[in-house]
Each structure stands twice: as structure tokens, then as C-alpha cells.
């Protein structure tokens, strides 16, 4: 019996996970959907909360470097808005167009014998129109994503996070939607200022929305879907992102350049890099004849 627990262990593979970001890490930076995204923001800060158009450099990466994204620090510091809004604002005009079918990354990712789930801080709707782009979207259990992480319903939910189904997040439609309170009356919280005399006394308002690389939005992810991080590998183009998820205990992989850096446990210049840096994925393939049980029932929650 002894004998046997330690066999069917050292068959046991070291992964049974893979965590991937979407957007720069399951297709290249050069496709540009990053910087247009980018303007795509600064125009939303402009045309929709009336922001200084010489303030945006400036606020914009303060907001960027203190919250995580644009998004959850224009929230922090005090402006009001509809979720979807701002995404369909930022993501609705992307060249996605730019995106073309993988064929090499799909039949990668499906030669895989390890779950699969996508992590991204973007909305449903980006993420189900991206890797629809890249002929991706049945690759993958599921998706964890925005309002994965900042449902707004919460009144209507249980508190009990049992209740939570993970695929039935990924798939539920209009969740995001925001209580709007009048932003006139609200007070903005000069961050510029903040950092410009930091002996005011002043302290960081805090944000509402939840997001990479804050450790409880990466905790609540492998939470709600059920992802054991010590035999996760996590797939990020983000250095932050992938050194908070290195302190959760997450094995990581920076994806976009072949420099490893402090937190990478592993550094790939491209994704498609996959199988000749890690081939120990594969050796689940193997194993899966001896001990392996794919106990996850896959869903397609994908839809363009
Ligand atoms: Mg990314």
C-alpha cells in the first residue's frame, strides 16, 4: 500500500494548471491593440470625466503604477462611471481586426493535457472577441475576468461564496453594471499633488474595483476557480503581475521577452516558445496513462 501511494505520487504531474493572461502574452505587443487601447483611455478621461488634457500623461501613470489599471485609480480617486461604459468606450474601437487565427498556439495549447483558464483584467466582452480573433476561444475552461472579480450584483447574491460557480460567472451577462452617483458632487483626489508634495499628509484613497496585481485579486481568482497555485503555472507579459503571483506561490512564466527577471521563474520571448522551454508540461501526456484524472468538466464559455 505504501509502495503504491509512493508510485502513483512520483506520477503524479507537477502542474495541473495553466493560468494565462490574454492581452500582450497570448498574442504579440506589435499587434498593437496596447497602445490604441492606450489612447483609447486617455480620450475616455477627456471626453467622458473632463479631465485636463495636460494632466493625462502624468495621471495616467500614476494611476496606473498606484491601482493596478487606469480604471480601478480613476475609481479610487473619486470619479463615477458605468464599468461597461468605459469598456465598451476603451475596447469597442481596438483593431482587433489586427488579431488573426493561431493555429500553431491552438494546437499548442490543445496538445496540452493540463487545465487551462485565461486571468485577465479586461472585460467579457474583450476577452470572448480576442480569442475569438485568434481562433482560441474553445482552447480554454474559462475565463476569469473583470466582472469575474467586481461583480456588481452583489446584492442579489449570496454571500456564501459556494454559491459561486465559476463557470457560471464567466458566462453571466450584464453583472456590470454601477450604481452612478452624480460625479459633480464628488471631490477628486489630487493624486498629481499628492506625489508632487508628499508631505501633506495626504493618504492614497483606496479602490473599489479589484484587479491584477493586488495579491487578493489573484488569491480571489484561484479561489473561485479552484486553482491550487503551488501546481499552477501562470503565464503573464506583466513583470508586476507575475511577482505578485510568485509571492502567492504561483510557478511563473513572463511571456515577451527571453529576459528573466526577479519573481520569472521561467522567461519566453514569445508563447509560441512554449513546448521547447517547458516541455515537462507535456510529460503529463505521458504520466496521464498512469495517474492522471482530468476531473474538471470542460465548458465552452467562450462566445464571440
Ligand atoms: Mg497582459
Known sequence: MEYEE??????RP???????DLDDTLYPLSSGLAISCRKNIEDYMIERLGIEKSKIPDLCNLLYKNYGTTMAGLRAIGYDFDYDEYHSFVHGRLPYENLKPDPVLRSLLLSLPIRKVIFTNADKVHAAKALSKLGLEDCFEGIICFETLNPTHKSTVS?????????GLITTTNTATVMT?????TKIFDIIGHFSQPNL??????TPIVCKPSEDAIELALRLANINPQRTMFFEDSVRNI????????????VGTSQRTKGADFALESIH???EAI????????????GYTGNVAVETPVTA
Open 6 to 11: 509512493r508510485y502513483r505520487q512520483a506520477q
Open 14 to 20: 507537477k502542474y495541473d494548471c495553466l493560468l494565462f
Open 159 to 167: 454571500d456564501d461564496e459556494d454559491d459561486i460557480e465559476f463557470a
Open 181 to 185: 452617483t452624480t460625479s459633480t458632487s
Open 201 to 206: 499628509g495626504s493618504r492614497l484613497p483606496k
Open 243 to 254: 511577482q505578485s503571483g510568485k509571492r502567492l506561490g504561483l510557478h511563473t512564466v513572463l
Open 273 to 275: 516558445n512554449l513546448k
Open 279 to 290: 516541455p515537462e508540461l507535456w510529460e503529463a501526456d505521458k504520466k496521464a496513462e498512469v
